[in-house]
């Protein structure tokens, strides 16, 4: 480990170099750096990771291979650089002839592995060693089956393992097992060997001069230790391309069951240009065809998809006596049917029909070919935007870009400054910043307000001192404030809101009956109410200085999501009898309904008002988008949704309305789903029922007691009578529930890919009742809720 110190003068003499070196560096990162030894101990300082050739003669030719290697490994936030050591004071790293002869990897002035130079003989050695190095707590290197086998037994009931055998470390098929398993460490455990005598023992019989091997070891859903992990075979070279599509696959459900008409049915394995298997089964032989397909679908895992089609529940026309219908990936072929009699014959046609034999050579795509495939198998679908849209240029001279040496001037200079804390290799970050940059369009030349960023890749000292653990963050800046952290969705019209609602003092003190009043019927600050379904106002005597103060602290916590004034002049009983409530209150203006509630607030401290407003500012049928569906899960009460394909009509809303304001669904969420604006209710739809049931559809939802689902019978008109009746069989138990949902929990790979539970943070009224406040909530932007369609 490095422990290198320079003194104060050569700090203050090299000061502006380095500034201006690094703002060069962050232009041309993607090439390798050509610097002096003091400009290498500089940029060692900002944490970032670097893979280092130190050279005695200034003359001396930067070794092409790494020249190469500069702008691949710039993709994974790792810079290549050549130090010029002439002329130089001697150093660790110039001193001695042999230390010549390497290369240096360094995340930030920590040294993490010295390469020998003949090991980094082409480009595929050199990002195959420097990843393997970075990654070496993730991935397992064995020399022996009992190694595996230690391994295999720890991993059992938890994760997947993916065992790779490369016949040497760097060639281009460790290269390309390294680079995915950059992507994908933390969602299988990776072992990594270089014995044949192992992977003879593991079952592949093949000859000595195969140069890689993957097998996939299907360990999460094992739990008695003495049962061994099933085994699937990659059988196509390792590239990093077919490696990915690989790991797709074994993610895909091994059988799915479907009603539908086989030519309409698309799946992962067509998109992936392998065909699809559907066998056919009634309902007196389902459990019998459900195992036959199984097994089958063991024996094609990775070859085909395999579907049970269950052939009484719908009108298919399909000839007599067909029990399997083979589908090619290909568009516009039809289908085939086929009598077979057993298993065998099924897994022959597959293997007689593939479209890519084990012997034949695999095509190897450019870059254009491989996003013209549109193959839509990138993991995470932030990822796949990123990666989609990688080409596209940003209008980026809009957000003016922070260093270390600008961040504090900057800050200090302007009234209101907006800074976005990202990182360059991050996927979350990248997507984010064209919303950000969306928000700077929209509120460009409005006064007082900076919009910055800061690459914490580049700064990392910056962000280490804003606090920064994650990202990407908002904080906005105020004069004179403590810095403001942005908790919501990371999405345009959100932040958007945000800083919108942030510019006015909250809580507002008004300061006249008349100003009290233009605040509830929404006059005052009109331009923002469009941002604010709810305007609170809060009502005291001028001596209730404690009821005051907690009003003002809760009003605090809720700047930039809601609306906050307060009134305490001489004259505040006028409104508390206008309104007939008693001192102290809040009077809730929704400006939507033209409607005003009051409520009573009684020995209530700040963190009793937050709730009281979260709970009253809720709607009372609302409609249930991607946004709001946490903060309604959080209320514990099944959800009675109406699906419709389309808006919501006035006769549905008056009836649903009546039953709620009758206090006929205390113990339910009443609400909407709009098909059109979420069509993920599609996907949750046809869980439900196997199929798209005709619209509009009542659906009671109990997801946190049984987990079961009832439907309001569909030849019946929704109107409170009759819904009241269902809702009165279902509790007598006269009426039974379509299905229940499994029991399961569905983890993320890390506590940062938990979107779902950070989207409680998309606003304040997470909690409403019996739930503690989190002060600093963090929110990243969910992918498609549609990737969560098996859950539900």
Not at 141 to 167: C, H, P, Q, R, W
Not at 176 to 197: C, K, S
Not at 715 to 739: F, Y
Request: charged residues 25%; glycine residues 4%.
């Amino acid at each position: 480990m490095m422990a290198f110190r320079l003194s104060i003068w050569i700090y203050s003499i090299f000061f502006m170099l380095i500034c201006v070196f690094s703002r060069s560096i962050a232009k041309n990162r993607n090439t390798l750096m050509e610097l002096s030894l003091q400009e290498h101990f500089s940029i060692l300082q900002t944490g970032k990771t670097s893979l280092v050739y130190f050279s005695q003669d200034d003359i001396m030719v930067f070794p092409e291979e790494l020249k190469k290697a500069a702008e691949p490994l710039h993709n994974y936030g790792i810079s290549v650089a050549k130090v010029n050591c002439a002329n130089e004071e001697t150093s660790r790293y110039c001193g001695k002839e042999n230390d010549l002869t390497k290369a240096y990897l360094f995340r930030g002035n920590i040294l993490l592995r010295e390469f020998p130079m003949d090991a980094l003989f082409d480009v595929n050695a050199i990002i195959a060693n420097v990843l393997f190095a970075l990654l070496f707590n993730e991935i397992k290197y064995i020399n022996s089956l009992e190694d595996f086998e230690n391994i295999e037994n720890a991993m059992k009931g938890k994760t997947n393992i993916a065992l790779i055998y490369v016949k040497a470390i760097g060639t281009p098929e460790h290269r390309a097992v390294m680079e995915t398993a950059f992507v994908y460490g933390t969602t299988y455990q990776f072992v990594l060997t270089t014995e044949t005598a192992l992977l003879e023992r593991i079952g592949r019989v093949e000859n000595s001069d195969i140069s890689g091997s993957l097998f996939f070891f299907h360990c999460k859903l094992v739990l008695d230790l003495t049962q061994k992990c099933q085994k699937t075979l990659l059988e196509q070279p390792l590239t990093v391309l077919n490696i990915h599509r690989f790991l797709k696959l074994m993610d895909a459900p091994l059988l799915t069951e479907i009603t539908e008409d086989p030519e309409k049915v698309s799946t992962i394995h067509l998109q992936l240009g392998l065909p699809l298997i559907f066998i056919l089964s009634q309902q007196n032989t389902y459990e019998a065809d459900k195992k036959t397909a199984e097994t089958v679908a063991w024996h094609l895992l990775g070859k085909a998809g395999v579907t049970l089609l269950l052939k009484d529940s719908t009108d298919l026309n399909i000839p007599t006596h067909t029990n399997v219908i083979f589908k090619r990936a290909k568009e516009g072929v039809p289908v085939d049917f086929f009598f077979l009699h057993d298993i065998d014959s099924i897994i022959s046609l597959v293997e007689n029909n593939a479209p890519i034999q084990n012997n034949e050579p695999v095509k190897e795509y450019e870059e254009d070919e491989i996003e013209a495939l549109n193959l839509d198998v990138q993991d995470d679908q932030v990822v796949e935007t990123v990666y989609r849209d990688r080409k596209r240029k940003l209008p980026l001279e809009l957000i003016i870009e922070l260093t270390e040496e600008t961040f504090n001037s900057t800050i200090k200079s302007t009234s209101s400054s907006i800074v976005l804390f990202y990182a360059n290799w991050e996927a979350v970050s990248l997507a984010f910043l064209q919303s950000y940059i969306d928000v700077a369009i929209k509120l460009k030349g409005t006064s007082n307000i900076l919009f910055t960023r800061v690459n914490c890749g580049d700064w990392s000292n910056v962000c280490t001192k804003q606090n920064i653990i994650e990202y990407p963050v908002i904080k906005i800046y105020k004069e004179g404030e403590k810095p403001v952290i942005y908790t919501g969705m990371l999405e345009t019209e959100y932040l958007l809101k945000f800083i919108r609602l942030n510019r006015i003092s909250c809580p507002l003190k008004i300061m006249s009956i008349k100003e009290a009043e233009e605040y509830l019927n929404g006059e005052l600050h009109k331009e923002l109410t469009s941002y604010s379904s709810v305007s609170i106002l809060g009502i005291f005597s001028s001596n209730m200085t404690k009821e005051k103060e907690n009003f003002i602290e809760a009003g605090n916590s809720l700047k930039g999501y809601v609306i906050t004034g307060f009134y305490s002049e001489e004259d505040a009983l006028r409104l508390s009898k206008k309104y007939a409530v008693t001192l102290p209150a809040l009077l809730l203006s929704r400006h939507k309904e033209g409607k005003i509630d009051s409520i009573l607030l009684s020995n209530s401290d700040a963190s009793d008002i937050v709730k009281i407003i979260k709970s009253a500012s809720l709607e009372i049928f609302p409609e249930i988008t991607v946004e709001n569906l946490p903060i309604y899960l959080s209320l514990q009460k099944p959800l009675l949704i109406l699906f419709r394909d389309g808006n919501l009509n006035h006769k549905d809303e008056k009836e649903m309305l009546s039953l709620v304001k009758q206090k006929h669904l205390e113990t339910f969420i009443p609400c909407w789903l709009n098909l059109k604006t979420t069509p993920v209710g599609r996907g949750i739809l046809k869980a439900y029922f196997k199929h798209l049931p005709p619209l509009p559809l009542l659906v009671l939802v109990d997801l946190h007691s049984r987990g079961q689902v009832s439907a309001f019978p569909l030849d019946q008109t929704i109107n409170e009578k009759n819904v009241l009746l269902w809702l009165q069989k279902l509790e007598s138990g006269l009426e039974n529930h379509i299905t229940t949902l499994p029991n399961e929990e569905w983890k993320p790979p890390l506590p940062a890919y938990n979107f779902l539970r950070r989207m409680d943070a998309t606003n304040p009224f997470k909690e409403i009742t019996g739930f503690p406040t989190q002060n600093s909530l963090r929110c990243a932007k969910t992918t498609d809720l549609q990737q969560h369609n098996k859950g539900h």
